[in-house]
């Protein structure tokens, strides 16, 4: 098993731009989420999934879509970047008794 | 609101020595507790976790007791090694941890000289 994969490693964005960040994960689980994680505030969720076709909204969500169309993938969307956006993005995936990281994606909005 | 807090790092030590790191939380209802490893440049890894009060989580030789009278979960080692040089979160949840929503702590850096 890969576990839960992240692409891309690095990101560098102007203001203004959009992208997708990917997020897989190969155990089944129904629950994932996405976090952010910037220096002296742990991790904060953004959005989270209970299951495919169905999401809901974390501690920070505005800026960001995710949509859950199979088990399998939990894409975050950033429709519009903006420089508040540079920080370190976790997917995660959730079974009983524990959650499943992702490596990362690192994004630089300039 | 629910949230978790964290002693200040970074901590530094010698290896050997014995750490602690504090943790205390505030929440409604009876939340699971967990702590969470990151070493550089990885993501996050379940290190251990305690489902109700008086509960002891424990691997790898960290502990942590579940102490809901003090609202706490501080993490101990009695003798730290250069390769437990990581970042610390402590955390909580609802259920098993399984819901995908934990709320973290801001986080703890640890350094362990030789």
């Known amino acids: 098993n890969a576990g839960v994969t992240q692409t891309p490693k690095f990101q560098v964005l102007k203001t203004g731009q959009s992208m997708t960040l990917q997020c897989a994960q190969d155990?089944?689980?129904?629950?994932m989420s996405w976090y952010r994680q910037d220096p002296g505030m742990g991790l904060r969720l953004i959005h989270y999934?209970?299951?495919?076709?169905?999401?809901d909204q974390g501690e920070v969500p505005n800026g960001y879509n995710v949509s859950r169309s199979t088990t399998e993938d939990f894409p975050l969307r950033l429709l519009s970047a903006a420089p508040s956006q540079t920080s370190v993005y976790f997917c995660a995936s959730s079974t009983v008794g524990a959650q499943y990281f992702g490596p990362g994606t690192r994004l630089l909005v300039l | 609101g629910n949230s978790v807090t964290q002693m200040e790092g970074p901590v530094t030590l010698s290896e050997e020595a014995f750490l602690t790191i504090n943790c205390t939380y505030t929440a409604t209802g009876y939340p699971s507790l967990f702590w969470y490893v990151q070493y550089p440049g990885e993501g996050l890894q379940l290190l251990l976790k305690a489902t109700k009060a008086d509960d002891k989580g424990s691997n790898k030789g960290f502990e942590a007791t579940y102490r809901k009278e003090t609202t706490s979960f501080h993490l101990e080692k009695g003798s730290v090694q250069v390769s437990d040089s990581a970042v610390y979160f402590c955390?909580?949840?609802w259920g098993s941890g399984n819901t995908g929503k934990l709320i973290f702590g801001q986080g703890t850096t640890l350094q362990v000289k030789p």
């Open positions: 155990m089944n689980h129904e629950y």
């Open positions: 955390a909580l949840g």
């Open positions: 999934s209970v299951g495919a076709g169905i999401t």
